[in-house]
Protein backbone atom coordinates (compact mmCIF):
# COMPACT_ATOMS: atom_id res chain seq x y z
CA UNK A 1 0.00 0.00 0.00
CA UNK A 2 1.26 3.49 -0.44
CA UNK A 3 0.07 6.82 -0.06
CA UNK A 4 1.27 10.32 -1.40
CA UNK A 5 0.89 13.32 0.44
CA UNK A 6 1.16 16.68 -0.26
CA UNK A 7 1.95 19.53 2.47
CA UNK A 8 -1.05 20.95 4.23
CA UNK A 9 -3.55 18.24 3.15
CA UNK A 10 -6.06 17.38 5.67
CA UNK A 11 -4.30 13.71 5.93
CA UNK A 12 -1.48 15.94 7.26
CA UNK A 13 -3.00 18.19 10.13
CA UNK A 14 -6.19 16.07 10.75
CA UNK A 15 -6.73 16.62 14.49
CA UNK A 16 -6.19 13.39 16.54
CA UNK A 17 -10.14 13.05 17.57
CA UNK A 18 -10.41 9.69 18.29
CA UNK A 19 -8.86 7.24 21.53
CA UNK A 20 -8.10 4.01 20.51
CA UNK A 21 -9.92 1.79 22.61
CA UNK A 22 -7.49 0.32 25.82
CA UNK A 23 -6.30 -3.57 25.07
CA UNK A 24 -5.60 -4.94 28.93
CA UNK A 25 -3.55 -7.65 28.93
CA UNK A 26 -2.04 -6.42 25.31
CA UNK A 27 -2.76 -9.17 23.73
CA UNK A 28 -5.02 -7.83 20.71
CA UNK A 29 -3.59 -4.68 20.79
CA UNK A 30 -2.32 -3.40 17.17
CA UNK A 31 1.28 -2.08 17.20
CA UNK A 32 2.76 0.19 14.34
CA UNK A 33 6.30 0.96 13.64
CA UNK A 34 6.54 4.20 12.15
CA UNK A 35 10.11 4.80 10.54
CA UNK A 36 11.07 8.11 8.84
CA UNK A 37 13.71 7.54 5.74
CA UNK A 38 16.14 9.96 4.42
CA UNK A 39 18.84 8.44 2.48
CA UNK A 40 18.24 5.31 4.29
CA UNK A 41 18.22 3.21 1.16
CA UNK A 42 21.41 1.38 1.81
CA UNK A 43 19.81 -0.09 5.78
CA UNK A 44 16.27 0.25 5.30
CA UNK A 45 15.91 -3.52 4.22
CA UNK A 46 17.48 -4.85 6.74
CA UNK A 47 15.72 -3.11 9.39
CA UNK A 48 12.55 -4.03 7.95
CA UNK A 49 14.04 -7.49 7.92
CA UNK A 50 14.43 -7.76 11.54
CA UNK A 51 11.06 -6.15 12.61
CA UNK A 52 9.43 -8.84 14.77
CA UNK A 53 5.81 -10.25 14.76
CA UNK A 54 4.85 -7.85 17.57
CA UNK A 55 4.60 -5.32 15.29
CA UNK A 56 1.58 -5.28 13.04
CA UNK A 57 1.98 -2.68 10.75
CA UNK A 58 4.99 -0.92 9.37
CA UNK A 59 4.73 2.58 7.79
CA UNK A 60 7.89 3.73 5.98
CA UNK A 61 8.15 7.22 5.69
CA UNK A 62 9.74 8.91 2.52
CA UNK A 63 10.49 12.22 3.82
CA UNK A 64 11.49 13.24 -0.07
CA UNK A 65 14.39 11.03 0.08
CA UNK A 66 17.33 11.70 -2.59
CA UNK A 67 17.60 8.20 -3.09
CA UNK A 68 13.89 7.27 -3.76
CA UNK A 69 13.93 5.00 -0.77
CA UNK A 70 10.31 4.80 -0.82
CA UNK A 71 10.31 3.24 -4.59
CA UNK A 72 13.28 0.79 -3.49
CA UNK A 73 11.23 -0.54 -0.53
CA UNK A 74 8.41 -1.18 -2.57
CA UNK A 75 10.07 -2.97 -5.50
CA UNK A 76 12.39 -5.10 -3.03
CA UNK A 77 10.29 -5.11 -0.06
CA UNK A 78 7.45 -8.43 -0.25
CA UNK A 79 6.21 -7.78 3.45
CA UNK A 80 2.65 -7.17 3.53
CA UNK A 81 2.61 -5.28 7.15
CA UNK A 82 4.83 -2.81 5.22
CA UNK A 83 2.54 0.92 4.17
CA UNK A 84 5.26 2.87 2.01
CA UNK A 85 4.19 6.87 2.69
CA UNK A 86 5.59 9.91 0.62
CA UNK A 87 6.29 13.23 0.50
CA UNK A 88 6.28 15.74 -2.31
CA UNK A 89 8.59 17.67 -0.20
CA UNK A 90 11.31 17.09 2.98
CA UNK A 91 9.44 17.80 6.32
CA UNK A 92 12.31 16.95 8.32
CA UNK A 93 12.69 13.79 10.48
CA UNK A 94 9.63 15.46 12.93
CA UNK A 95 7.08 15.90 10.06
CA UNK A 96 7.60 12.71 8.84
CA UNK A 97 7.16 10.85 12.24
CA UNK A 98 3.71 12.67 12.96
CA UNK A 99 3.05 11.50 9.31
CA UNK A 100 3.29 8.17 11.01
CA UNK A 101 1.63 8.75 14.03
CA UNK A 102 -1.56 9.91 11.97
CA UNK A 103 -1.52 7.01 9.91
CA UNK A 104 -0.87 4.23 12.29
CA UNK A 105 -3.77 6.33 14.55
CA UNK A 106 -6.39 6.26 12.00
CA UNK A 107 -5.93 2.47 11.03
CA UNK A 108 -6.60 1.82 14.91
CA UNK A 109 -3.47 1.39 16.62
CA UNK A 110 -3.07 1.32 19.83
CA UNK A 111 1.19 1.97 20.11
CA UNK A 112 3.22 3.49 17.53
CA UNK A 113 7.64 2.54 18.00
CA UNK A 114 9.33 4.65 15.91
CA UNK A 115 12.36 3.57 14.82
CA UNK A 116 15.12 5.49 12.32
CA UNK A 117 16.35 3.87 9.05
CA UNK A 118 19.68 3.77 9.16
CA UNK A 119 19.63 0.73 11.37
CA UNK A 120 21.33 2.32 14.39
CA UNK A 121 18.20 0.53 16.78
CA UNK A 122 18.20 -3.10 17.30
CA UNK A 123 14.51 -4.04 17.09
CA UNK A 124 15.16 -6.64 19.43
CA UNK A 125 14.36 -4.42 22.11
CA UNK A 126 11.16 -3.29 20.89
CA UNK A 127 9.08 -5.35 22.97
CA UNK A 128 11.00 -3.47 26.30
CA UNK A 129 9.65 -0.44 24.83
CA UNK A 130 6.34 -1.23 24.31
CA UNK A 131 5.29 -3.67 27.81
CA UNK A 132 5.60 -0.43 29.88
CA UNK A 133 2.76 0.95 27.53
CA UNK A 134 0.67 -2.17 27.36
CA UNK A 135 0.78 -2.44 31.11
CA UNK A 136 -0.19 0.86 31.52
CA UNK A 137 2.93 1.76 33.57
CA UNK A 138 4.00 4.58 31.10
CA UNK A 139 2.59 6.92 27.94
CA UNK A 140 6.35 6.97 26.43
CA UNK A 141 9.07 5.17 26.20
CA UNK A 142 12.49 5.72 24.87
CA UNK A 143 15.34 4.16 24.58
CA UNK A 144 18.47 5.56 26.50
CA UNK A 145 22.05 4.22 25.24
CA UNK A 146 23.27 5.67 29.02
CA UNK A 147 21.93 3.48 31.66
CA UNK A 148 25.72 1.47 31.81
CA UNK A 149 29.34 1.97 30.98
CA UNK A 150 29.11 -1.43 28.90
CA UNK A 151 26.01 0.66 26.94
CA UNK A 152 28.70 3.19 25.45
CA UNK A 153 31.19 1.81 24.21
CA UNK A 154 30.57 1.90 20.66
CA UNK A 155 28.91 5.04 20.69
CA UNK A 156 31.67 8.00 19.23
CA UNK A 157 33.60 10.02 22.20
CA UNK A 158 31.89 13.30 20.60
CA UNK A 159 28.45 11.84 21.06
CA UNK A 160 29.03 10.72 24.14
CA UNK A 161 30.09 14.37 25.58
CA UNK A 162 27.45 16.24 23.37
CA UNK A 163 24.66 13.52 24.39
CA UNK A 164 25.67 14.29 27.96
CA UNK A 165 25.50 18.55 27.98
CA UNK A 166 22.14 17.72 25.71
CA UNK A 167 20.63 15.52 28.72
CA UNK A 168 21.32 18.34 30.99
CA UNK A 169 19.86 20.89 28.70
CA UNK A 170 16.39 18.45 28.57
CA UNK A 171 16.14 17.73 32.08
CA UNK A 172 15.89 21.18 32.81
CA UNK A 173 13.55 22.38 29.66
CA UNK A 174 11.20 19.36 29.81
CA UNK A 175 11.34 18.71 33.67
CA UNK A 176 12.18 15.07 33.05
CA UNK A 177 14.53 14.87 35.88
CA UNK A 178 14.37 11.07 35.75
CA UNK A 179 15.35 10.57 31.99
CA UNK A 180 18.64 10.78 30.14
CA UNK A 181 19.99 10.67 26.58
CA UNK A 182 16.88 13.10 25.03
CA UNK A 183 18.14 12.82 21.47
CA UNK A 184 17.54 9.06 21.15
CA UNK A 185 15.12 8.12 18.24
CA UNK A 186 14.21 4.77 19.22
CA UNK A 187 10.81 5.27 21.24
CA UNK A 188 7.34 3.80 21.62
CA UNK A 189 3.81 6.20 22.45
CA UNK A 190 0.58 5.71 23.39
CA UNK A 191 -1.42 7.37 20.91
CA UNK A 192 -4.37 8.21 23.13
CA UNK A 193 -1.68 10.69 24.12
CA UNK A 194 -1.74 12.52 20.80
CA UNK A 195 -5.62 13.58 20.97
CA UNK A 196 -4.06 16.25 23.78
CA UNK A 197 -0.57 17.67 22.12
CA UNK A 198 -0.37 20.29 19.99
CA UNK A 199 1.46 18.46 17.00
CA UNK A 200 1.52 21.64 14.99
CA UNK A 201 3.82 23.49 17.48
CA UNK A 202 6.31 20.35 18.42
CA UNK A 203 9.59 21.23 16.18
CA UNK A 204 9.78 18.67 12.58
CA UNK A 205 13.15 18.44 12.43
CA UNK A 206 16.39 16.95 14.69
CA UNK A 207 14.69 18.68 18.01
CA UNK A 208 11.85 16.67 17.50
CA UNK A 209 12.36 14.21 20.49
CA UNK A 210 13.34 16.96 23.14
CA UNK A 211 10.47 19.05 22.14
CA UNK A 212 7.86 16.03 22.46
CA UNK A 213 9.67 15.36 25.85
CA UNK A 214 8.45 19.25 26.84
CA UNK A 215 5.23 18.89 25.32
CA UNK A 216 4.55 15.76 27.29
CA UNK A 217 5.46 17.11 30.58
CA UNK A 218 3.61 20.03 29.92
CA UNK A 219 0.33 17.74 30.00
CA UNK A 220 2.16 15.69 32.49
CA UNK A 221 2.76 12.22 30.40
CA UNK A 222 4.75 9.59 32.47
CA UNK A 223 7.80 9.31 30.50
CA UNK A 224 9.86 6.12 31.27
CA UNK A 225 13.75 5.19 29.91
CA UNK A 226 14.75 1.67 28.45
CA UNK A 227 17.97 1.53 28.82
CA UNK A 228 19.97 -0.67 25.77
CA UNK A 229 23.36 -0.18 23.91
CA UNK A 230 24.80 2.49 21.25
CA UNK A 231 25.02 0.49 17.72
CA UNK A 232 27.21 1.94 15.33
CA UNK A 233 28.24 -0.18 12.38
CA UNK A 234 29.56 2.15 9.86
CA UNK A 235 26.20 3.82 9.13
CA UNK A 236 26.43 7.50 8.46
CA UNK A 237 24.08 9.73 10.71
CA UNK A 238 22.32 12.59 8.96
CA UNK A 239 23.06 14.47 12.70
CA UNK A 240 26.11 16.18 13.44
CA UNK A 241 25.91 17.22 17.58
CA UNK A 242 28.81 19.96 16.68
CA UNK A 243 26.08 21.90 14.65
CA UNK A 244 22.84 20.96 16.70
CA UNK A 245 24.37 22.30 19.98
CA UNK A 246 24.09 25.64 19.76
CA UNK A 247 20.14 25.63 18.23
CA UNK A 248 18.92 23.10 20.66
CA UNK A 249 20.50 25.28 23.15
CA UNK A 250 18.71 28.01 22.21
CA UNK A 251 15.44 26.00 22.10
CA UNK A 252 16.24 24.54 25.52
CA UNK A 253 16.25 27.62 27.12
CA UNK A 254 13.13 28.71 25.56
CA UNK A 255 11.62 25.63 26.39
CA UNK A 256 12.65 25.97 30.27
CA UNK A 257 11.02 29.72 30.60
CA UNK A 258 7.84 28.24 29.04
CA UNK A 259 7.87 25.23 31.24
CA UNK A 260 8.01 27.40 34.01
CA UNK A 261 5.16 29.83 33.03
CA UNK A 262 2.82 27.35 31.96
CA UNK A 263 2.83 25.01 34.57
CA UNK A 264 3.80 26.96 37.84
CA UNK A 265 1.96 30.20 37.16
CA UNK A 266 -0.23 29.57 34.20
CA UNK A 267 -1.92 26.38 35.26
CA UNK A 268 -1.13 26.05 38.94
CA UNK A 269 0.12 28.76 42.27
CA UNK A 270 1.37 26.69 44.74
CA UNK A 271 4.56 27.14 47.59
CA UNK A 272 7.06 26.14 44.49
CA UNK A 273 5.96 29.02 42.18
CA UNK A 274 6.03 31.26 45.14
CA UNK A 275 10.10 29.88 45.96
CA UNK A 276 10.56 30.72 42.17
CA UNK A 277 9.38 33.91 41.83
CA UNK A 278 10.60 35.18 45.30
CA UNK A 279 13.99 33.41 44.16
CA UNK A 280 14.65 34.73 40.79
CA UNK A 281 13.61 38.23 42.77
CA UNK A 282 16.16 38.16 45.54
CA UNK A 283 18.72 36.87 43.22
CA UNK A 284 18.23 39.33 41.01
CA UNK A 285 17.95 42.20 42.99
CA UNK A 286 20.62 41.63 44.78
CA UNK A 287 23.07 40.97 41.69
CA UNK A 288 21.96 44.41 40.39
CA UNK A 289 22.88 45.96 43.32
CA UNK A 290 26.19 44.51 43.97
CA UNK A 291 26.86 45.41 40.07
CA UNK A 292 26.20 49.07 40.49
CA UNK A 293 28.11 49.51 43.58
CA UNK A 294 31.18 47.48 42.47
CA UNK A 295 31.41 49.36 38.80
CA UNK A 296 30.56 52.57 40.74
CA UNK A 297 33.71 51.77 43.32
CA UNK A 298 35.56 50.84 40.43
CA UNK A 299 35.50 54.09 38.53
CA UNK A 300 35.95 56.38 41.60
CA UNK A 301 38.84 54.17 42.44
CA UNK A 302 37.12 53.41 46.26
CA UNK A 303 36.42 50.09 48.50
CA UNK A 304 32.82 49.35 48.89
CA UNK A 305 32.34 49.21 52.69
CA UNK A 306 31.37 45.19 54.24
CA UNK A 307 27.74 46.54 54.73
CA UNK A 308 27.07 47.06 51.17
CA UNK A 309 28.60 44.18 50.22
CA UNK A 310 26.29 42.20 52.43
CA UNK A 311 23.18 44.11 51.35
CA UNK A 312 24.11 42.89 47.61
CA UNK A 313 25.34 39.08 48.91
CA UNK A 314 22.29 38.84 51.36
CA UNK A 315 19.68 38.93 48.88
CA UNK A 316 21.56 36.45 46.52
CA UNK A 317 22.00 34.21 49.22
CA UNK A 318 18.37 33.77 49.82
CA UNK A 319 17.69 33.80 46.36
CA UNK A 320 19.68 30.94 45.87
CA UNK A 321 18.24 28.70 49.06
CA UNK A 322 14.73 29.45 47.08
CA UNK A 323 15.90 28.52 44.04
CA UNK A 324 17.04 25.74 45.14
CA UNK A 325 13.97 24.95 46.88
CA UNK A 326 12.30 25.30 44.17
CA UNK A 327 14.50 22.89 41.84
CA UNK A 328 13.69 20.05 44.79
CA UNK A 329 10.17 20.64 44.26
CA UNK A 330 10.55 20.50 40.26
CA UNK A 331 12.91 17.18 40.75
CA UNK A 332 10.00 15.24 42.88
CA UNK A 333 7.35 16.99 39.87
CA UNK A 334 8.01 14.68 37.48
CA UNK A 335 4.44 13.11 36.57
CA UNK A 336 3.75 9.26 37.94
CA UNK A 337 0.42 8.77 36.63
CA UNK A 338 -0.46 7.65 32.93
CA UNK A 339 -2.54 10.04 30.47
CA UNK A 340 -4.15 6.77 29.09
CA UNK A 341 -5.16 5.01 32.54
CA UNK A 342 -6.54 8.54 34.01
CA UNK A 343 -8.51 9.20 30.86
CA UNK A 344 -9.63 5.52 31.67
CA UNK A 345 -11.11 6.42 34.73
Known amino acids: MQYLFAPGSKQMTSPFK ?37 ISAIYV ?12 VTSSCKDPRVVVI ?9 GAII ?62 FGNS ?20 GFTAIHLSVLSILPLER ?18 DAVVTDIPMPARYRGERSNLRIYKVVPEFLIKHIYNFFRRLVVKYFMRNISIASLE ?18 WTEALIANYFVSSGTVMLAALPMIIGTQ ?24
Not at 325 to 331: E, G, K, N
Open 18 to 54: KVPPIDEDGANAKIAAVIPCFRARKYILKVLEGIGNE
Open 61 to 72: IDDHCPENTGDY
Open 86 to 94: RHQRNLGVG
Open 99 to 160: TGYQHAYNDGAIIAVKMDGDGQMNPSYIPDLINPLLSGESDYTKGNRFGGVQYLREMPLLRV
Open 165 to 184: FLSFCSKLSSGYWNILDPTN
Open 202 to 219: ISKKYFFESDLLHHLNIV
Open 276 to 293: LFLGTLFFISGLTFGLYH
Open 322 to 345: LLIAFLSHDYQNVPKTPIHRRAKK
